[in-house]
């Protein structure tokens, strides 16, 4: 197995491993030392079923439940199904996933740990994922801001209707109700610098995409905050542009990075994905 630093922000590729066979102690440190030290790591050239990709996966730690229930495999429910495909006029797999800067299930009560997309087809045309380094993020704050957020909580909330800096997207049929019915569910509250369990270091932990205010601020103190934090944390000398190669498996640390998909590309051009997520601890 070797690793290749790919990315001037974080990332490295590994090559020289064959995750559809069984894989010794050696080959999994390998891959979680190479997944600590560069928060996203693309595995190139796999050829993997959902099985194959479930028992891979799990060996990072136990699988999360997937969310979105009617886009998963029907043997395999811990793989989730992302594609902008259709089949009968009805689209096989979630078209909307990650379109603003987030990290994995931050609204829920155990964030995600880790992310892992194996490519199945990529477009012609677009369908990058961007990473941005939160270890990196965190350590170029301006002094005073790094101390005004130690200590301090933000709001994290699922539903797209509580959040006023995001949009829902108009490609997805039932994402008015689907949004509606999740205004129901619980907000989580995370300390806005967290520290990684594994490597021990400090990073940024709010999003544009979850964070919709700070415990104990006013909305305009709040605002003033986020919104400077939201435009910094993804400024380009943070970012990993991956652009996708066929038989990529690609995963990412969702304690140190965000993400999201950076689109451009457009049916019949296809872009298919199978997605697991490894679960989390809480926050701290
Ligand atoms: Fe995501």
């Excluded at 199904?81 to 829920?108: C, F, Q």
């Amino acid at each position: 197995m070797q690793v290749n630093k790919i990315g001037a922000a974080m990332g490295a590729e590994i090559v020289g491993i064959d995750l559809s066979k069984p894989l010794d102690v050696a080959d999994v440190q390998g891959v979680l030392d190479a997944f600590h030290a560069h928060q996203v790591i693309a595995i190139r050239d796999q050829n993997l079923t959902p099985g194959q990709l479930v028992t891979f996966s799990r060996h990072l730690g136990p699988l999360e439940d997937q969310l979105n229930a009617r886009y998963t495999i029907p043997e395999h429910p811990e793989v989730l199904v992302l594609s902008n495909d259709m089949k009968d006029g009805k689209p096989v797999g979630l078209i909307d996933g990650g379109d603003y800067w987030h990290s994995d299930s931050s609204h829920r009560d155990k964030p995600s740990l880790a992310t892992i997309l194996h490519a199945k087809q990529n477009p012609k045309v677009g369908g990058d994922t961007q990473f941005a380094n939160m270890y990196l993020a965190y350590e170029k704050l301006p002094a005073d801001l790094k101390a005004r957020i130690t200590g301090l909580k933000a709001v994290h909330a699922v539903s797209k209707l509580k959040n006023k800096r995001v949009k829902v997207s108009e490609r997805r049929p039932d994402a008015k109700d689907h949004y509606e019915m999740q205004k129901a569910i619980p907000d989580q509250v995370w300390p806005m610098v967290r520290t990684h369990p594994a490597t021990g270091k400090k990073a940024l932990y709010v999003s544009e995409r979850f964070t919709v205010g700070i415990e104990g601020l006013p909305e305009a103190e709040a605002d003033e905050i986020l919104d400077f934090l939201f435009d910094h944390q993804v400024k380009p000398e943070f970012v990993y542009t991956h652009k996708w190669k066929d038989g990529d498996l690609v995963i990412w640390d969702n304690r140190a990075v965000l993400h999201r998909g950076a689109g451009g590309y457009t049916y019949p051009d296809v872009r298919t994905m199978h997605r697991t997520v490894v679960a989390g601890d809480r926050p701290y």
